[in-house]
């Protein structure tokens, strides 16, 4: 085995003995129980600090329900008439479902919609599961390292008085291995195939909770309250317009 193969199998070693004080922590992002009427929607916006987090969100209910993730306020600019959000999640028609998505730090909204015609009972909850580095080796761990580093002072120091040992007797005796002459090796030129790709459709995206209107004012059903016609939502009592 060669000097610099044994050192690379050391450093490996010795580095994946510091990586594996890291461990993965898990906490809960939320969780709530309660009723929500027909033509509501219950949001939830929440704050992601680590990179490359997993988030799991369970929901179970007595109806359908839409259940969705997107960025932090994208949704209540959509209910005030802006674009519809990027859904990093969307399950339409479920009574039971877990999302499972891998977010970056930053902050998103988890919705509930009820587009069916009764009142429905609901329970969520979410977690987010992330990596985090240990606190460092452990003081027994540096002794091991020592020891690790002068066995491998020992192995490389061996292979390098044997080495040394063997040209030594080579110039005192005038014996060289017989070397055979070089014979180059045939190339071979792979054949060319070529491949047709067909290009399919992305998946389609869930379809607009909410259609478009004439200009004009809405007058709360529930309320009264004047709403502007792009509004999906009373913004005074939360009903559907």
Not at 65 to 71: E, P, S, Y
Not at 160 to 182: H, I, K, L, N, S
Request: glycine share 8%.
């Amino acid at each position: 085995m060669k000097v610099k193969t044994i050192v690379f199998v050391f450093i490996v070693c010795f580095s994946y003995s510091i990586l594996a004080n890291a461990e993965t922590t898990t906490t809960d992002l939320f969780t709530d129980s309660d009723t929500l009427p027909s033509g509501y929607f219950v949001l939830y916006t929440r704050t992601i600090s680590q990179s490359s987090t997993t988030v799991r969100v369970t929901v179970t209910s007595s109806d359908n329900v839409d259940v969705a993730i997107c960025g932090g306020g994208d949704f209540e600019e959509w209910n005030d008439g802006g674009s519809e959000p990027y859904w990093h999640a969307y399950s339409s028609d479920v009574t039971s479902t877990t999302i499972t998505e891998i977010l970056n730090s930053g902050s998103y909204d988890f919705v509930i919609i009820n587009f069916g015609l009764s009142t429905v009972s609901y329970t969520i909850s979410a977690t987010q599961s992330y990596e985090v580095g240990g606190s460092g080796l452990e003081p027994g761990d540096w002794i091991y390292g020592l020891i690790g580093l002068g066995v491998l002072g020992i192995v490389i120091g061996a292979i390098v008085f044997r080495r040394r040992r063997r040209q030594q007797m080579q110039t005192e005796t005038g014996y060289y291995p017989q070397q055979q002459p070089y014979q180059p090796q045939r190339t071979y030129e792979p054949q060319q195939t070529y491949q047709t790709y067909q290009t399919y459709q992305s998946a389609e995206q869930p379809p607009s909770a909410f259609s478009q209107t004439p200009q004009g004012l809405k007058v709360c059903p529930n309320c009264g309250f004047n709403e502007d016609l792009d509004a999906k939502f009373c913004t005074s009592c939360g009903s559907k317009l």
